[in-house]
Every structure is written in C-alpha cells, then in structure tokens.
C-alpha cells in the first residue's frame, strides 16, 4: 500500500485545516490506518486511528478538536483539525497496518506498529 498525504499548510491558532492521505489500494478487508505527526526535535507521536469498520481513537492531545475520518470508495483517509495550536506545528504522516493495530493504545501509539507510510505534510501554526 502506497500512501500519499496532502493538505498541509499554515493556518493561525484557532483555525482549521484539512488533510488529506491517499493510498493507493487498500488490500485487506481488514485494516488500520492511523495519523502521525513530529515536531522539530521531538519523537514521532500519534494522532489517531480509524480500523476498517470506522472505530476511531484519538491520542488525549487532540481530542474534541481533530476528526478522523475516512472515504473507502476511493481509498482516502482525512484529518480534519481545528481549533489549531501552536503545539500542532510539525509533519504529518499517514500509515498503514493492520486491523489489530488499532485495538488499543499500546499498539496503535506505536510507529513501529505500521509498515506502510506517507512521505509526510506539513502543518505550521501561529499566532
């Protein structure tokens, strides 16, 4: 699975953008594709999951403001990220594993977990 993410940019605090990430095929019934993000300096961190059958979780950080969401009729994973802040800034990475990757924190938290990754996008807020 080929995955390729878009939609980064720079938005100021408070705002919103939306990304995108496309995987080229999705080959098991079964999966979990999750989002990533890192900041300058700082180790790779989880955002969120979505499994195959559309359970999504979300790391503390950034519950009640990001959405995870995904399109299976065209392969397309989205990130919806409001009320933005400046701790937001950093790439963000899409990735693949699966379905039991997603079963709890433990697993999916962990990069290690996914063997299929995006080149990344990037998001800069500001003040």
């Known amino acids: 699975v080929q995955l390729k993410e878009s939609g980064g940019g720079s938005a100021q605090a408070g705002g919103s953008l939306r990304l995108s990430c496309q995987a080229s095929?999705?080959?098991?019934?079964?999966?979990?594709l999750g989002w990533f993000r890192q900041a300058p300096g700082k180790e790779r961190e989880a955002v969120g999951t979505?499994?195959?059958?559309?359970?999504?979780r979300y790391a503390d950080s950034v519950t009640g403001r990001f959405t995870i969401s995904q399109d299976k009729t065209n392969n397309t994973l989205y990130l919806q990220m409001n009320s933005l802040k400046l701790e937001d800034s950093g790439t963000y990475y899409c990735?693949?594993?699966?379905?039991?990757?997603?079963?709890?924190?433990?697993?999916?938290?962990?990069?290690?977990?996914?063997?299929?990754w995006g080149q990344g996008t990037q998001v800069t807020v500001s003040s």
């Open positions: 095929e999705l080959m098991y019934e079964s999966y979990c």
């Open positions: 990735a693949y594993s699966i379905r039991r990757m997603c079963s709890d924190y433990e697993r999916w938290a962990k990069s290690a977990n996914f063997g299929n």
């Open positions: 979505i499994e195959s059958f559309g359970t999504v």
